[in-house]
């Protein structure tokens, strides 16, 4: 299984730097992969986020998480994993991603990570 890396992650200039406005970004077919089971895990992924100087790139970011497909690891990494590279990147005000998991075994698993604080 491999490493998802942030370099195929593209960004373009914030066109308006000075204003706080709400960008999301929702992937309804996250794919990634059980570690223990190697069985597939199905999700959507909601980034929500307030840019700074930076706003990433679509295109960019549906290659970039096309790499979890192959990446073995739990719901809590693979959330916090993508939180960090993202940040990495645009480095926002402030980003939350969701990454809602579909069913298996009858539970259903919600994973919520943020970074930095939502202007009032």
């Known amino acids: 299984m491999t490493d998802p890396t942030s370099d195929i992650l ?3 200039e914030n066109p308006y730097p000075g204003r706080d406005y709400v ?5 309804p077919e996250f794919t990634s992969v ?14 929500t986020y307030i840019a700074d100087r930076k706003c990433f790139e679509l295109k960019s970011l549906k290659l ?17 994993l993508i939180l960090d590279h993202l940040v990495g990147v645009i480095e926002p005000r402030w980003i939350r991603i969701q990454a809602d998991f579909t069913p298996r075994g009858g539970l259903r698993t919600s994973v ?9």
């Open 23 to 27: 960008i999301e970004t929702v992937a």
């Open 34 to 47: 059980c570690p223990k089971t190697g069985q597939p895990d199905f999700g959507t992924l909601t980034i």
């Open 10 to 12: 593209e960004s373009f």
């Open 64 to 80: 970039y998480l096309q790499q979890y497909r192959d990446h073995g690891a739990f719901y809590e990494q693979v959330t916090n």
């Open 112 to 120: 919520t990570v943020e970074h930095g604080h939502q202007p009032d």
